[in-house]
């Protein structure tokens, strides 16, 4: 996995939300959410969104992890 949305969950935590109070909130599918939860990645205009509606920047949401050694497809 090379995204992690991590913040995102804790941000939902600290606001007392579900994944699927956001996709109620924002107008986003759930294959979006299921998505982001796999760790792929998603478009800026998810993301964008989402820091409009929390007033938060990037990298409040998503942490880029970088590949091990050897890591071709992100699996080891």
């Known amino acids: ?5 991590n913040g995102l969950w804790k941000l939902l ?3 007392n939300m579900k994944k699927i109070d956001l996709v109620n909130k924002l107008g986003i599918s759930s294959s979006t959410i299921a998505k982001m939860t796999k760790g792929e990645t998603v478009s800026m205009n998810i993301l964008e969104k989402i820091c409009d509606e929390f007033d938060c920047d990037f990298a409040d949401i998503i942490h880029h992890e970088k ?5 071709v497809n ?3």
């Open 67 to 71: 590949k091990k050694d050897g890591d």
């Open 74 to 76: 992100g699996t080891v």
């Open 1 to 5: 996995m090379a995204v992690s949305y």
């Open 13 to 15: 935590i600290d606001k």
